[in-house]
């Protein structure tokens, strides 16, 4: 099956069992001050949830475009060198506004996975939650009931309340979940470790695919839990992992919603997928981040020197430079990419299309502004690297960090990145220090990304604790309860 064929799958078969099928929200949060992204699809349904607005349909299914580069979820790090996580990506789900529970959701899931898209059963394990004595929240026996029904118990894990409690924020709604993992690997492997021995270990072969999430309590101030009146049933699924498993490749950036643009780059750069580990991972780098770029400048988010405009500044800063320095890329390319970009996104977003000219110009400025700079920037950085290694050192001053950013256009991420690779770190501390001695700016005190929200409350209750982290304007405040 082709990846849109995959997506057409989910949603007709959700369609089936009376879902409402909406479009995705956008992907740049414009309205809501504890969210730059949308970085989950229940984002769009949180008033719902909450109790603030009614539901208009009981039963949801969509897709949806998210991103996960700040806060709770950053997964900005793992993109390109591991091949299950994105920048963006399209998330699968379906919802049950105080309809279907449990029983319908799990069963759902299995039936979609194993009978509409034929997946092996014995490759599949599921999680429940164990439970928490000191939070007094029981083991999710009913969710274990029901999985009995389809998978044996061997392949039924408990899991913490890391991986199988939801949360909203330190208060509001929330409850266990049961993940979905997928064992990939060849038969000798199996045997050697069991699988259940490798699920959330990061191994690359024994992935995550579909979370179902039962939001059952609501967190009151003082931390207890009280059941809801009304409960929902909210899933995501990876797409790009699900095609990987349905087209049977190793890796997400082999399946048809990364290869056109990923042999592209490779003919642009006359470099081949598979030629080295460097190269590759540029090219999924690049393959990943003009996807995010391309739909954050659609969703009406150009890239610039602050909040959410400096996160895609970032990105494309960075995937400028991977190809720099491993694909031998020295001019602006990146728009070349579109057409195979949007020969594989633009029938599900056809937005992609008529925002073609605008990506493509915005695009290049940027690459040309990075560009004239950035080679200076990297023989500086060479040097500095050079001399902390002659030195024995391994900290990089921050004074060094923060002229690479105000003069050479280097976010702080980046500076890292590349000294990272080279087995530097630079103190963050001296760069904060600088930062805040040239700043001019005002700042915004009262972003709050610690959860997939938080409320923001004035009362004393909470204590500035610190900085997030820190990049032009972008000035997360974290708080915490006291
Ligand atoms: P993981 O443990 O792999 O980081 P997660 O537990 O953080 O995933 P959820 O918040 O449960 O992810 O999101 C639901 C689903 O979205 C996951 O089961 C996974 O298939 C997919 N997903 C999550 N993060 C990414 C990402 N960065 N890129 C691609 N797919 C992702
Ligand atoms: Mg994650
Ligand atoms: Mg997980
Ligand atoms: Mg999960």
């Known amino acids: 099956m082709t990846a849109s064929e995959i997506r057409n799958s989910f949603l007709t078969f959700f369609e089936s069992k009376q879902h409402k099928i909406v479009d995705s929200a956008p992907m740049v949060v414009k309205d809501d001050p504890t969210l730059m992204f949308t970085n989950a699809g229940m984002n769009q349904f949180k008033d719902i949830f909450l109790g603030n607005a009614p539901a208009k349909f009981p039963r949801v299914a969509n897709s949806q475009k998210c991103l996960r580069v700040s806060g709770k979820h950053n997964d900005l790090e793992e993109v390109g060198h591991d091949t299950y996580h994105h920048t963006m990506f399209e998330m699968l789900g379906n ?19 194993t009978e509409v898209l034929k997946i092996d059963k014995s490759c599949l394990y599921v999680s429940i939650f164990e439970g928490d004595a000191k939070d007094g929240i029981e083991r999710d026996e009913e969710a274990l ?29 929330c409850g266990p979940c049961s993940e979905i993992h997928v064992d990939l690997r060849s038969s000798d492997e199996k045997e050697q470790i069991p699988g259940e021995n490798l699920v959330n270990k990061d191994h690359p072969e024994v992935i995550e695919v579909w979370n179902l ?21 909210d899933t995501g699924m990876g797409f790009e992992r699900l095609c990987r498993v349905i087209q049977g490749k190793m890796s997400n950036y082999d399946t048809d919603v990364f290869q056109p643009v990923i042999q592209k ?23 990943d981040h003009i996807r995010t770029i391309s739909f954050a400048i659609t969703d009406g988010q150009l890239p610039s020197n602050n909040k959410a405009g400096y996160v895609i500044r970032r990105i494309l800063r960075r995937a400028v430079r991977y190809a720099y320095t491993f694909l031998d890329l020295k001019k602006p390319f990146m728009g070349e990419l579109l057409p195979e970009l949007i020969a594989t996104m633009g029938t599900a977003y056809p937005e992609l299309e008529n925002r073609k000219e605008l990506i493509q110009k915005v695009v290049k ?6 560009l004239r700079t950035l080679s200076t920037g990297i023989t500086l950085l060479d040097k500095i690297i050079k001399d ?22 280097f976010p702080l991420d980046l ?7 080279n087995g530097l770190v ?57």
């Open 95 to 113: 919802w049950s506004f105080g309809d279907y529970f449990k029983k319908e959701a799990i069963d759902w899931a299995w039936e979609y996975l």
């Open 145 to 173: 009931e029901y999985w009995k029904n389809h998978v044996p118990e061997n392949r039924i894990i408990n899991g913490n309340k890391k991986d199988n409690f939801w949360e909203m924020g330190d208060t509001g709604p």
């Open 213 to 233: 999430v039962f939001i059952q309590y609501n967190r009151k101030a003082d931390g207890s839990l009280v059941p809801l009146p009304q409960k929902h049933v």
């Open 265 to 287: 780059i490779s003919s642009i750069s006359d470099i081949k997928y598979g030629n080295s580990p460097e190269s590759d991972i540029a090219m999924r780098v690049i393959a």
């Open 365 to 370: 400025e940027e690459e040309d502004s990075f």
């Open 388 to 409: 902390t290694r002659e030195n024995d050192y391994k900290v990089v001053d921050g004074k060094v960090a923060f002229e690479l950013y105000d003069t050479f256009g």
């Open 415 to 421: 500076t890292e990145l590349i000294l990272k690779e």
């Open 426 to 482: 630079v103190n963050r501390k001296e760069f904060e220090t600088e930062m805040e001695a040239q700043k001019t700016r005002a700042r915004n005190a009262a972003a709050v990304e610690t959860d997939d929200w938080v409320v923001l409350t004035n009362d004393d209750t909470e204590e500035f604790i610190g900085y997030d982290f820190l990049d032009s304007e972008i000035q997360l405040v974290k708080y915490r309860k006291v």
